[in-house]
């Protein structure tokens, strides 16, 4: 990915919760995260329309996939 989510407004979004400290580079720790669970989507996605013997990847096939990576990922 080439572009990078704007890191004054992700600094502002964590900032609302005063109670809570935010380190200096917290925000490119949320977007790593961020992209680390886009990436098991995509993958998972594309294992779930391989398993359909599909080419594409369909939209179906990414919210079967984003249901069990949200529970998972919830902690």
């Known amino acids: 990915m080439s ?3 704007p ?5 502002s979004h964590m ?4 109670d809570i400290r935010v380190g200096k580079n917290a925000d490119l720790m949320v977007q790593l995260n961020l992209l680390l669970v886009l990436h098991r989507l995509a993958e998972e996605s594309r294992v779930k329309a391989f398993e359909e013997k ?11 996939v984003a ?6 990922t919830r902690g």
Do not use: C, D, Q
């Open 7 to 11: 890191r004054a407004a992700l600094k």
């Open 54 to 64: 599909t080419a594409t990847i369909k939209v179906h096939h990414v919210k079967a």
């Open 3 to 5: 572009k990078k989510a």
């Open 67 to 72: 249901k069990k990576l949200l529970k998972s």
């Open 15 to 18: 900032r609302k919760k005063s």
